[in-house]
């Protein structure tokens, strides 16, 4: 997982709580994205970002909000913690390239347990 | 509507067996595919993955994928499954039209285990 640092990579919040889960990647990359992996689910995008300053809805957005000030930081805030999003986060960044495809870098992953 | 469907939630073979993961995809553009390998409490490394060319897709760790567009299938494969294999492996599929906002579609993943 070179280049995509996800922190923390365990917290534990209370019902209401807010919290930020940070990723900072340092390939230079436009695309980034957040997903939830929950048992028997699979992988469900979040939010994502096509560059600096844009952010968009993926499958599961709500309870969630993000900002893409830079292009390194793309950053994933819990404004009012419930048990539900009890989870596992990963951010992950894309190299775009021509003819062979995208090629997806995931950070290790957030362990997130609301109580 | 993309979606991919991983048959069998957990798959158990025996050291130096062949390993079989089925993947199939659900796509009304020309798909990308994608099999990632998670290991116990990390992230996701790619192993293969399949755009454009040769159906027959070489990954890491042995691993191999080929994709069959009329069976809308793309299985993983390994000849001879070894114990440091053990872990959970996901399908994904995207858009690859437009590879700006690419974004993957998982399937609901495969846990195999390797019995010695």
């Known amino acids: 997982n070179a280049g995509v640092t996800q922190t923390p990579k365990f917290q534990v919040l209370k019902t209401g709580q807010s919290m930020t889960l940070q990723c900072a990647q340092d390939?230079?990359?436009?695309?980034m994205s957040w997903y939830r992996q929950d048992p028997g689910m699979g992988l469900r995008l979040i939010h994502y970002?096509?560059?600096?300053?844009?952010?968009d809805q993926g499958e599961v957005p709500n309870g969630y909000n993000v900002s893409r000030s830079t292009t390194e930081d793309f950053p994933l805030r819990l404004l009012s913690a419930a048990p539900s999003q009890t989870s596992v986060y990963f951010c992950?960044?894309?190299?775009?390239?021509?003819?062979?495809?995208?090629?997806?870098?995931f950070g290790e992953g957030s362990w997130l347990t609301v109580v | 509507a993309q979606s991919v469907t991983q048959l069998g939630s957990h798959v158990s073979v025996s050291e130096g067996a062949l390993v079989l993961l089925r993947c199939n995809y659900s796509?009304?553009?020309?798909?990308?595919l994608f099999w990632y390998v998670q290991y116990p409490n990390q992230g996701l490394q790619l192993l293969l993955k399949?755009?454009?060319?040769?159906?027959l897709v070489k990954g890491i760790n042995g691993f191999e994928a080929e994709f069959k567009k009329s069976e809308t299938s793309f299985h993983l494969t390994k000849p001879s499954a070894h114990m440091s294999d053990a872990a959970e492996y996901f399908c994904?599929?995207?858009?690859?039209?437009?590879?700006?906002?690419?974004?993957?579609?998982f399937g609901t993943g495969t846990r195999l285990q390797v019995f010695p």
């Open positions: 796509s009304s553009v020309p798909p990308y």
């Open positions: 994904a599929v995207s858009d690859g039209r437009s590879y700006n906002t690419d974004k993957l579609i």
């Open positions: 970002s096509v560059g600096a300053g844009i952010t």
């Open positions: 992950a960044s894309t190299r775009t390239g021509t003819g062979t495809g995208n090629t997806i870098y």
């Open positions: 399949y755009t454009t060319g040769a159906t």
């Open positions: 390939m230079n990359h436009e695309y």
